[in-house]
T-cell receptor
Framework: NAGVTQTPKFQVLKTGQSMTLQCAQDMNHEYMSWYRQDPGMGLRLIHYSVGAGITDQGEVPNGYNVSRSTTEDFPLRLLSAAPSQTSVYFC?????????????FGEGSRLTVL | GQQVMQIPQYQHVQEGEDFTTYCNSSTTLSNIQWYKQRPGGHPVFLIQLVKSGEVKKQKRLTFQFGEAKKNSSLHITATQTTDVGTYFCADSGGYQKVTFGTGTKLQVIP
């Protein structure tokens, strides 16, 4: 079972470059989300989606865009990378949207912005 | 906005000792979830508590939800080296957003 798949696992960018972190899930989950993890700050929600065509902002959305054209995929776009976006990014999905249940996480993408 | 704090931030215990992490919220929690993240890994769901005062056990782990639904705790009895990792609480069920606590990093000394 693939579960939640994130690519790439590691990426180094220069300031100002753009890139997309990919996330795909094969569990037919309605809910998908992106978190960033920084030391001492836990996991902070960037964007989330409750279904195809529906996205909304989380706690730290600035500098990131998302789209949800299919149930399976939820890519995260960095339009102009900044050193402050150096972090570990996790994609997570859940079966239902209402009263969200268990979150299933991908293995993470470690991004360094120079 | 809502803040979910965990204490302690770090804990070193001798193998066999007990361990407790506390989760406190500035607002009433909807439901509380607990996750474990092994070093270099991703968070893995442990349990969800829904009712005020609820207590659930999983082998050596005991989870409690406060009566006022503003705090929760995770207690591990007789820690083992396999318990090493960071434990996160999370408030789930609030407007489709799951808000994570700051985490407690547990180190077990053999």
């Amino acid at each position: 079972n693939a579960g939640v798949t994130q690519t790439p696992k590691f990426q180094v960018l220069k300031t100002g470059q753009s890139m997309t972190l990919q996330c795909a899930q094969d569990m037919n989950h309605e809910y998908m989300s992106w978190y960033r993890q920084d030391p001492g700050m836990g996991l902070r929600l960037i964007h989330y989606s409750v279904g195809a065509g529906i996205t909304d902002q989380g706690e730290v959305p600035n500098g990131y865009n998302v789209s949800r054209s299919t149930t399976e995929d939820f890519p995260l776009r960095l339009l102009s990378a900044a050193p402050s976006q150096t972090s570990v990014y996790f994609c997570a999905s859940s079966k239902t949207s209402v009263n969200t249940g268990e979150l299933f996480f991908g293995e993470g993408s470690r991004l360094t912005v120079l | 906005g809502q803040q979910v704090m965990q204490i302690p931030q770090y804990q070193h215990v001798q193998e066999g000792e007990d361990f407790t992490t506390y989760c406190n919220s500035s607002t009433t929690l909807s439901n509380i979830q607990w996750y474990k993240q092994r070093p270099g890994g991703h968070p893995v769901f442990l349990i969800q508590l829904v009712k005020s005062g609820e207590v659930k056990k999983q082998k050596r782990l005991t989870f409690q939800f406060g009566e006022a639904k503003k705090n929760s705790s995770l207690h591990i009895t007789a820690t083992q080296t396999t318990d090493v990792g960071t434990y996160f609480c999370a408030d789930s069920g609030g407007y489709q957003k799951v808000t994570f606590g700051t985490g407690t990093k547990l180190q077990v000394i053999p």
